[in-house]
């Protein structure tokens, strides 16, 4: 009889997964709506330079320039920032899922991310994302993002594990797609039972 392939190591997004999304469309309506900002302009001037800012080419400080004080603002870049880092709200039951799945199974955890570098890191720290994950393949980081494969392939490299032994939780389906088109077996999460039971599918049942 032909033995299954253990699952040694577990792919993450993070937002949508394991936390909020960090700076998505209704964070930046949330921060138009703040900070009295023409948000036609703002999320035009958003869409210009997103990609670069998540691939790490573009500093949080170059970035707010481009999208925010290009003009003289009666508020503080610092208040800005404050305001973009409080938007990030973690999901305890996911994390706890996973730190668990993590020890009961001995897996490698991975996160594969599109994430710009400062948010990346506050959420990284405040939400000690480090406690449990193994290694950040973070856009931001190694300067590509989904939907390019090429993340997924660089995490395989750099985590030394082929696909057939890797299980990916992603929220975007397209995004679940492609890490299936590499050869990942990728569960498309929707909210905590749901990934519960597909990840139990696939005999890595939570601490009970």
């Not at 209704?26 to 302009?41: D, G, N, Y």
């Not at 290009?70 to 920032?81: E, L, W, Y």
């Not at 730190?99 to 948010?119: M, P, T, W, Y």
């Amino acid at each position: 009889m032909k033995r299954a392939i253990p699952i040694t190591t577990l792919f993450l997004d993070v937002g949508g997964v394991l936390l909020t999304n960090g700076w998505d469309h209704h964070a930046r309506r949330r921060a138009a709506k703040k900070f009295k900002l023409e948000w036609t302009e703002m999320e035009d001037r958003h869409q210009l330079n997103f990609a670069i800012y998540e691939e790490g080419k573009l500093t949080l400080e170059e970035y707010l320039g481009q999208v925010v004080f290009h003009q003289k603002r009666p508020f503080t870049r610092a208040r800005f920032r404050g305001f973009m880092f409080a938007q990030s709200k973690p999901y305890p039951e996911m994390i706890e899922l996973i730190a668990q799945i993590k020890v009961r199974h001995g897996l490698k955890v991975v996160v594969v991310s599109n994430e710009a570098r400062d948010l990346n890191i506050y959420r990284i720290r405040k939400f000690k994302l480090d406690g449990f994950v193994d290694l950040f393949i973070s856009s931001c980081f190694v300067h590509v993002r989904k939907p390019d494969a090429d993340i997924f392939r660089l995490a395989m490299d750099i985590a030394q594990t082929p696909a057939r032994q890797v299980v990916y939780i992603e929220n975007t389906p397209m995004f679940v797609q492609i890490a299936q088109g590499v050869g990942i077996r990728s569960i498309l999460h929707t909210d905590h039972k749901s990934t519960c039971a597909q990840l139990s599918a696939l005999g890595l049942e939570a601490i009970r």
